[in-house]
């Protein structure tokens, strides 16, 4: 309804037609249902309550396992995710871009599934702070809020001004939402895909070592 409103007064803004935003903003509904919603966040209970203890003792690996879970987390939330934007289509009829390359397609793909696995590197690693405190709400809620902020929810982050725009490149956020979604819309280069996979590895390497440090120092009392 904003960007309805928006376009009554003109036909292109900031670079983008009525038809391009509205892919976009529905685009970013998809996305979103997959890169950031997570059950990471049980990870941080099972740590206080020391139920974490139970995946230490068996011969699997604690990573593997968990990105097993969000993937069969995501065969429920991307099929209403789908259920969600049919609706739209059909009370709204909004104009569509759909892009006819298989190319935008497969980065499209690509760029979302790394979008995915920083979120959740990011996200573990947020909940591996009950190694040392139970005050894990917190850190939570600010991440949450810092990414519907910049990670391009509200609005593609390409109108900002570019100095803007380019350090938020720098940060791990516009790669959860607005990286894929302009890649397959063919409103941005494919070489954001460097960026996705340079903060996939540093995600990966920070989960990884912030739960090293956290079982060496972890212990808990039962009976």
Same mark, same amino acid.
């Given at each position: 309804?904003?960007?309805?409103?928006?376009?009554? @007064?003109? %036909?292109?803004?900031?670079?983008?037609?009525? @038809?391009?935003?509205?892919?976009?903003?529905?685009?970013?509904?998809?996305?979103?249902?997959?890169?950031?919603?997570?059950?990471?966040? %049980?990870?941080?209970? %099972?740590?206080?309550?020391?139920?974490?203890?139970?995946?230490?003792?068996?011969?699997?690996?604690?990573?593997?396992?968990?990105?097993?879970?969000?993937?069969?987390?995501?065969?429920?939330?991307?099929?209403?995710?789908?259920?969600?934007?049919?609706?739209?289509?059909?009370?709204?009829?909004?104009?569509?871009?759909?892009?006819?390359?298989?190319?935008?397609?497969?980065?499209?793909?690509?760029?979302?599934?790394?979008?995915?696995?920083?979120?959740?590197?990011?996200?573990?690693?947020?909940?591996?702070?009950?190694?040392?405190?139970?005050?894990?709400?917190?850190?939570?809620?600010?991440?949450?809020?810092?990414?519907?902020?910049?990670?391009?929810?509200?609005?593609?982050? %390409?109108?900002?001004?570019?100095?803007?725009?380019?350090?938020?490149?720098?940060?791990?956020?516009?790669?959860?939402?607005?990286?894929?979604?302009?890649?397959?819309?063919?409103?941005?280069?494919?070489?954001?895909?460097?960026?996705?996979?340079?903060?996939?590895?540093?995600?990966?390497?920070?989960?990884?070592?912030?739960? @090293?440090?956290?079982?060496?120092?972890?212990?808990?009392?039962?009976?």
């Amino acid at each position: 309804m904003l960007w309805n409103s928006v376009f009554a @007064q003109t %036909d292109t803004i900031f670079g983008y037609s009525k @038809q391009y935003m509205m892919s976009y903003i529905l685009g970013v509904t998809v996305v979103s249902a997959i890169t950031t919603t997570m059950r990471t966040t %049980d990870v941080a209970g %099972d740590v206080l309550k020391g139920t974490v203890v139970n995946y230490l003792i068996k011969p699997i690996s604690f990573f593997k396992y968990l990105l097993a879970r969000e993937a069969a987390d995501k065969l429920i939330h991307v099929p209403l995710a789908v259920i969600e934007i049919g609706f739209l289509l059909i009370f709204f009829h909004p104009p569509l871009y759909i892009p006819t390359s298989i190319t935008s397609y497969f980065l499209f793909f690509l760029s979302i599934v790394m979008g995915w696995c920083i979120s959740f590197f990011i996200s573990l690693a947020l909940s591996f702070i009950a190694f040392w405190t139970t005050e894990v709400w917190a850190p939570r809620f600010i991440f949450t809020v810092v990414v519907s902020f910049v990670a391009g929810s509200l609005f593609p982050l %390409d109108i900002l001004p570019k100095p803007l725009y380019a350090a938020l490149l720098i940060t791990p956020f516009p790669y959860f939402f607005y990286a894929p979604t302009a890649i397959a819309l063919g409103k941005a280069p494919w070489t954001l895909l460097m960026g996705s996979g340079i903060w996939l590895i540093i995600s990966f390497m920070l989960a990884r070592f912030i739960w @090293q440090k956290g079982i060496k120092e972890f212990s808990f009392y039962g009976i």
